[in-house]
């Protein structure tokens, strides 16, 4: 039975030649596609299959091309990726029912790459200061306490208990909220800090009781811990044999969510596309540098907004799992798009 590293050497050959129309050498393939082995087990492969039919080669010192058999092998491929595609939009669509609910959301796409990859799906969400805000509500609660909610465009909902140095009364509290909403709704987070800083900063504010009370309060409410991060399958993610050897190294890493928070931020970063891979060492978490990575970002109103992946062995069919994340990445930018439109 051919096994992955084979049938990825063989469907890049047989999709070279078609857009080439030249028999196709290990040296062409090295230079072209960026394999995680050397050139001489490429050379060792493509002998085997040769051998195995389903390569030819014209001429002794040509490259190959693909037979009948190879060409064969190419379009099964090329069906299998189309009905693995049409697996996931199929589990995407039974997201629909909680697209309205962000957390739910994600939980479900981390839970859905990761049935489809048998690996360590990853879904976070939008940084904090990265959200925009939709309205925020304010109500007394025990003496000098204020309960704080805020409602972000992007469908997050913020809960929070703050203590003030005095008392506000109900009407107090209701004009601050009118102030503030009408001052920062449809601001990124990050945009109401600056302004409540440049605003607290300047003597005619502070002359200005109430509106001082209401720099105050909102510098308070927007002050969030790091976000969340939905993960599933660890449990199999950490009984795969490849890492045995380094379990409890890896197992730690996985599980310092601010950690792998951080690094999926990086990642995304650093990408010119969306989507990014990491593999083996190129993993700036010693820890890590046994795994593959498939991190892709998603979108709302145009901008970067959380990212989605999958974690898994360097070994692991880097194609199919760019297509899975990339698929995800896509479905909650739209969802996130027509949830915006109906706010």
């Known amino acids: 039975m051919m096994n992955d590293r084979t049938g990825q050497v063989l469907y890049t050959i047989v999709q070279s030649f078609i857009e080439t129309h030249e028999p196709v050498g290990s040296r062409f393939l090295v230079k072209r596609y960026n394999f995680n082995f050397s050139p001489a087990t490429i050379r060792n492969i493509m002998a085997d299959l040769e051998e195995l039919g389903f390569l030819s080669q014209p001429h002794t010192s040509a490259g190959r091309v693909p037979t009948d058999r190879g ?194 931020e990086k990642v995304c970063q650093e990408s010119e596309d969306g989507t990014a891979v990491l593999i083996g060492s190129e993993n700036p978490v010693k820890e890590m540098r046994d795994l593959g990575m498939v991190v892709a970002y998603y979108t709302q109103d145009g901008k970067q907004a959380g990212t989605v992946g999958i974690i898994g062995p360097i070994r692991m069919d880097y194609a199919k799992t760019i297509r899975l994340v990339e698929t995800t990445a896509r479905f909650i930018s739209d969802a996130l798009t027509d949830k915006r439109s109906s706010i």
């Open 71 to 264: 060409y064969r092998f190419y379009v099964d491929r090329i069906r299998q990726m189309h009905e693995e595609g049409e697996k996931l939009t199929s589990m995407l669509a039974g997201l629909e029912s909680v697209r309205d609910d962000i957390d739910s959301l994600l939980e479900g796409a981390a839970r859905t790459l990761s049935e489809n990859s048998s690996y360590l799906g990853v879904a976070a969400p939008a940084k904090p200061g990265r959200t925009t805000l939709n309205r925020i509500e304010l109500f007394g609660y025990k003496g000098r306490h204020i309960a704080v909610v805020l409602i972000t465009n992007e469908g997050v909902i913020k809960h929070k208990l703050i203590r003030t140095e005095w008392e506000i009364t109900p009407n107090n509290l209701r004009r601050i909220s009118e102030y503030l909403n009408s001052e920062f709704s449809g601001y990124a987070i990050d945009e109401i800090r600056l302004k409540i800083i440049k605003e607290m900063s300047r003597e005619k504010a502070m002359c200005d009781i109430l509106i001082s009370k209401a720099m105050e309060i909102c510098r308070e409410a927007l002050n969030f811990p790091l976000g969340d991060i939905y993960m599933h399958g660890l449990a199999e993610f950490i009984g795969i044999p490849d890492f045995s050897y380094r379990i409890k190294d890896i197992a730690r890493a996985i599980e310092d969510k601010g950690m792998v928070l951080k690094l999926l």
